[in-house]
């Protein structure tokens, strides 16, 4: 199984700008379609945003223009650039494969928290 790490996460007031990074253990990821996803108290897991392997990517429309997603097949990782952040942005983060698959346990995540 392929495990993930993330790591970047933080406290930080409205308006400002934080990087996650989302390590994976094994190169078999680079061959799927990877994704960041959130997770706020009481609420259900979301999507909100994924990478194709070549590079291509999607947003929810609640993080477009803010968020930016990329990946380095060749180090095994997936970034989440996240400017202009708003207090509902305040989630745990995590990486997984898109859809989630069985072969990857969820990583423990990282936390976001955005102060308004």
């Known amino acids: 199984q392929v495990q993930l790490v993330e790591s970047g996460g933080g406290l930080v007031q409205a308006g400002g700008s934080l990087r996650l990074s989302c390590v994976a253990s094994g190169s078999r990821f680079r061959f799927n379609r990877m994704g960041w996803y959130r997770q706020a108290p009481g609420k259900q897991r979301e999507l909100v945003a994924a990478i194709s392997p070549g590079g291509s990517t999607n947003y929810a429309d609640s993080v477009k223009g803010r968020f930016t997603i990329s990946r380095d097949n060749i180090k095994n990782m997936v970034y989440l650039q996240m400017s202009k952040l708003k207090p509902e942005d305040t989630a745990v983060y995590y990486c997984?494969?898109?859809?989630?698959?069985?072969?990857?346990?969820w990583g423990q995540g990282t936390q976001v928290t955005v102060s308004s």
């Open positions: 997984n494969v898109d859809p989630p698959q069985s072969w990857v346990l």
